[in-house]
Protein backbone atom coordinates (compact mmCIF):
# COMPACT_ATOMS: atom_id res chain seq x y z
CA UNK A 1 0.00 0.00 0.00
CA UNK A 2 1.76 3.22 -0.82
CA UNK A 3 -1.25 5.87 0.43
CA UNK A 4 -3.38 5.82 3.48
CA UNK A 5 -6.20 8.21 4.08
CA UNK A 6 -7.74 9.01 6.76
CA UNK A 7 -9.90 12.19 8.75
CA UNK A 8 -13.08 12.05 6.48
CA UNK A 9 -16.28 11.95 8.54
CA UNK A 10 -19.82 13.91 9.47
CA UNK A 11 -19.45 17.74 9.75
CA UNK A 12 -22.16 20.43 9.51
CA UNK A 13 -21.86 23.07 6.94
CA UNK A 14 -19.20 25.65 7.30
CA UNK A 15 -17.14 23.54 9.29
CA UNK A 16 -13.64 21.98 9.24
CA UNK A 17 -11.69 18.77 8.38
CA UNK A 18 -8.24 17.63 8.14
CA UNK A 19 -7.54 14.38 5.71
CA UNK A 20 -4.03 12.86 6.09
CA UNK A 21 -2.03 11.46 3.34
CA UNK A 22 0.59 8.56 4.61
CA UNK A 23 2.63 7.96 2.00
CA UNK A 24 4.77 5.18 1.89
CA UNK A 25 8.58 6.79 3.58
CA UNK A 26 10.69 5.72 0.58
CA UNK A 27 8.87 7.37 -1.94
CA UNK A 28 7.72 10.55 -0.38
CA UNK A 29 10.09 12.63 -0.78
CA UNK A 30 10.66 12.50 -4.42
CA UNK A 31 6.77 12.20 -5.31
CA UNK A 32 3.75 14.73 -6.20
CA UNK A 33 1.04 13.96 -3.85
CA UNK A 34 -2.77 14.81 -4.88
CA UNK A 35 -6.30 14.84 -3.17
CA UNK A 36 -8.95 13.80 -5.72
CA UNK A 37 -12.29 13.57 -4.75
CA UNK A 38 -15.52 11.33 -6.51
CA UNK A 39 -19.42 10.38 -5.77
CA UNK A 40 -20.85 7.45 -7.77
CA UNK A 41 -22.30 8.19 -10.76
CA UNK A 42 -19.14 10.81 -11.28
CA UNK A 43 -15.78 11.34 -12.82
CA UNK A 44 -13.15 11.56 -10.07
CA UNK A 45 -12.18 15.33 -9.88
CA UNK A 46 -8.58 16.62 -8.83
CA UNK A 47 -9.39 19.13 -5.66
CA UNK A 48 -5.73 19.71 -4.22
CA UNK A 49 -2.08 18.94 -5.36
CA UNK A 50 1.67 19.44 -4.00
CA UNK A 51 5.15 18.40 -5.20
CA UNK A 52 8.77 17.69 -3.39
CA UNK A 53 9.16 21.12 -3.18
CA UNK A 54 6.11 22.18 -1.75
CA UNK A 55 4.58 23.99 -4.66
CA UNK A 56 0.51 23.56 -3.96
CA UNK A 57 -2.24 23.88 -7.18
CA UNK A 58 -6.43 23.83 -5.57
CA UNK A 59 -9.11 23.71 -7.69
CA UNK A 60 -11.10 26.83 -8.55
CA UNK A 61 -14.00 25.49 -6.74
CA UNK A 62 -11.84 25.15 -3.19
CA UNK A 63 -9.76 28.05 -3.48
CA UNK A 64 -10.02 29.98 -0.41
CA UNK A 65 -11.52 26.86 1.39
CA UNK A 66 -9.19 24.62 1.13
CA UNK A 67 -5.07 23.96 1.80
CA UNK A 68 -2.76 21.30 1.17
CA UNK A 69 0.41 20.76 3.18
CA UNK A 70 3.40 17.96 3.53
CA UNK A 71 4.95 17.12 6.51
CA UNK A 72 8.40 15.30 5.62
CA UNK A 73 9.34 14.73 9.03
CA UNK A 74 5.68 11.83 9.49
CA UNK A 75 5.51 11.25 4.90
CA UNK A 76 2.20 12.48 5.42
CA UNK A 77 0.25 15.14 3.57
CA UNK A 78 -2.54 16.96 4.82
CA UNK A 79 -5.95 18.44 3.15
CA UNK A 80 -7.36 21.31 5.49
CA UNK A 81 -11.05 21.81 4.52
CA UNK A 82 -12.48 24.56 5.99
CA UNK A 83 -16.18 26.43 5.22
CA UNK A 84 -17.30 22.74 4.15
CA UNK A 85 -20.65 22.99 2.04
CA UNK A 86 -22.94 20.05 1.40
CA UNK A 87 -21.43 20.14 -2.41
CA UNK A 88 -18.30 19.14 -0.76
CA UNK A 89 -19.90 15.41 -0.05
CA UNK A 90 -17.84 12.86 -1.43
CA UNK A 91 -15.11 10.04 -0.93
CA UNK A 92 -11.85 11.77 -1.05
CA UNK A 93 -8.78 9.67 -2.36
CA UNK A 94 -5.33 10.51 -2.34
CA UNK A 95 -2.72 9.21 -4.77
CA UNK A 96 1.14 10.25 -6.43
CA UNK A 97 0.43 12.01 -9.65
CA UNK A 98 3.59 12.32 -12.27
CA UNK A 99 4.29 15.21 -13.59
CA UNK A 100 1.41 14.79 -16.11
CA UNK A 101 -1.35 13.84 -13.73
CA UNK A 102 -0.95 10.00 -14.56
CA UNK A 103 -1.26 7.76 -11.95
CA UNK A 104 0.24 4.93 -12.24
CA UNK A 105 -0.86 3.46 -8.71
CA UNK A 106 -4.11 1.65 -7.41
CA UNK A 107 -6.46 3.50 -5.77
CA UNK A 108 -6.90 3.01 -2.21
CA UNK A 109 -10.63 2.78 -0.47
CA UNK A 110 -10.69 6.89 0.05
CA UNK A 111 -11.77 8.76 3.12
CA UNK A 112 -15.75 9.68 2.61
CA UNK A 113 -16.93 13.79 3.76
CA UNK A 114 -20.15 14.14 4.26
CA UNK A 115 -21.57 17.71 4.88
CA UNK A 116 -25.05 18.06 6.23
CA UNK A 117 -26.68 21.34 5.81
Known amino acids: VHVQESGGG ?3 AGGSLRLSCEVL ?5 I ?4 WYRQSPGKERE ?3 SITPDGSTTLADSVKGRF ?5 NARNTVYLQM ?6 DTDTYYCNL ?21
Open 67 to 71: AISRD
Open 31 to 34: SNVA
Open 82 to 87: NSLKPE
Open 46 to 48: LVA
Open 25 to 29: RSIFS
Open 97 to 117: PNNRGAIFYSWGPGTQVTVSA
Open 10 to 12: LVQ
